[in-house]
């Protein structure tokens, strides 16, 4: 209980220097509730609709990646967010891109936002990672087809610790990646693996 208390005040601290970082371009940065737990969310960015409420996967991706998270652990939107931590690659709403649609952070404004998941990581010490997109994944994995990485765990040395990654598509209503095979099926996989997992058990017995 110490560890935990202790936990979420550094939590709080890290997000309070959040609240002041706001590279050029960007909107203000959207935090989760300082949760404690062993179950690490990391997603793109915040889109529009997050930064006006001022709350990650708040709308329609959001709606998708909870009804995943439904399936694969059979707790509901609140539960979830209750148990699980939710961080992203830019914590700040980078704009729209030219052609339409979010703009993707580059790589010299990722590195700009990385020290927050670093601290993250030295505070929380997750036992699994599930990094949710390709922007996501790459920062965890390494760049690779989401072929090769959905529906399978690793354990690989994240930033100095030790961790298991399960991969997640985006779900954005306009990815069709999961829609058809083999995405399809490989997300099926990926959602059973969460389910199974210990970590994830206990992060939702933790928060009832």
Known sequence: ???????????????????????????????????????????????????????????????TLFRWLEQATGSGEAAVRDAFYISAVARGFPGKAKGGGDRVPTPAEIERWRPF?????????????????RLAIGEVLGARPLAEVIGRAFEVTWHGHAVEVIPLPHPSGASTWFKVEPGRTLLAEALQLLGRHPEVRRALQGAR
């Not at 998941?117 to 997109?133: M, N, T």
């Open 1 to 63: 209980m110490e560890r935990a208390l202790k936990a979420e005040a550094a939590l709080r601290a890290l997000h309070r220097k959040l609240a002041d970082f706001r590279p050029r371009g960007y909107g203000p940065a959207v935090t989760p509730p300082p949760v404690v737990s062993g179950v690490f969310l990391l997603g793109q960015a915040p889109g529009p609709h997050e930064a006006k409420l001022g709350r990650p996967f708040a709308w329609t991706a959001g709606k």
């Open 117 to 133: 998941i670093v601290g993250e990581l030295d505070i929380l010490r997750p036992r699994l990672v599930v990094p949710i997109g």
